[in-house]
């Protein structure tokens, strides 16, 4: 089981739902090896039921949730607890993504139960006025990702980036701020990286390759190109 270390750089795959069971393990496991190639954390992200799987499986990464509620043991039909993905093996968790996203009151549960539990808290915000709230808030990771452009392969331009990574650390130099809309290819990763974000991420530009492996290796080569230069 490895946590982060709110590394700079750090990248992202996230499956959303288009992988489970035997696929997402088998994609996890190759990640995993490459994970173990590089000096900076590698986050991964799956439904709920093949969280504990893949945290018993891999090494490397930091099995990430999709989701987090803020509620306490007990009453909560169909919420998922931090003791639940703690229990399971997950050390990190996106809040308010764009496809699940949660009121300002919920935003902050879940940031304060993951804080409490000791589980990274990742939250998205989709516009520099949303992401300047958030970090008030002092979560881990802000992932900035317009909802526009999710999907699209369109990327944030510099000026959205530079834009929003400037306003978030005028509030908290602890924060650490994630840009991934619409990145594809690893010429999108280096160009991200290179542009002054601390990670960045990818779901359809990986699981829809014709070798999905090889690309998790090209956008890691990446990362760490345009951090070095």
């Known amino acids: 089981m490895k946590h982060s270390t709110k590394s700079n750089p750090f990248f992202m795959i996230n499956p959303k739902s288009y992988l489970t069971g035997k696929e997402i393990l088998k994609l996890a496991i190759a990640a995993d090896r490459l994970a173990g190639q590089v000096d900076f954390d590698v986050y991964f992200t799956a439904q709920y039921v093949d969280l504990r799987l893949l945290a018993d499986q891999t ?31 997950v050390t990190a968790t996106m809040i308010n993504h764009a496809e699940h996203s949660l009121t300002l009151n919920e935003v902050v549960q879940s940031v304060e139960k993951a804080k409490e539990k000791g589980i990274t808290s990742i939250v998205c915000a989709d516009s520099v006025k949303e992401a300047k709230a958030v970090a008030m808030l002092n979560p881990d990771i802000i992932l900035c990702e317009p909802t526009e452009l999710i999907g699209t392969g369109q990327t944030s331009d510099d000026q959205y980036i530079q834009k929003t990574n400037q306003e978030i650390r005028a509030i908290s130099t602890d924060v650490l701020v994630m840009q991934a809309a619409g990145i594809s290819t690893p010429e999108d990763v280096y ?38 230069n």
């Open 191 to 228: 160009r991200t990286i290179a542009a002054g974000a601390d990670g960045t991420g990818c779901t359809s530009g990986i699981v829809l390759a014709d070798d999905p492996i090889n690309m998790i290796e090209n956008m890691l080569k990446a990362v760490k190109e345009a951090h070095n």
């Open 59 to 89: 090494e490397n990464l930091i099995i990430t949730a999709q989701h987090m509620d803020g509620i306490d043991l007990g009453r909560g039909m169909g919420f998922v607890t931090a003791d639940a993905l703690k229990e399971a093996g």
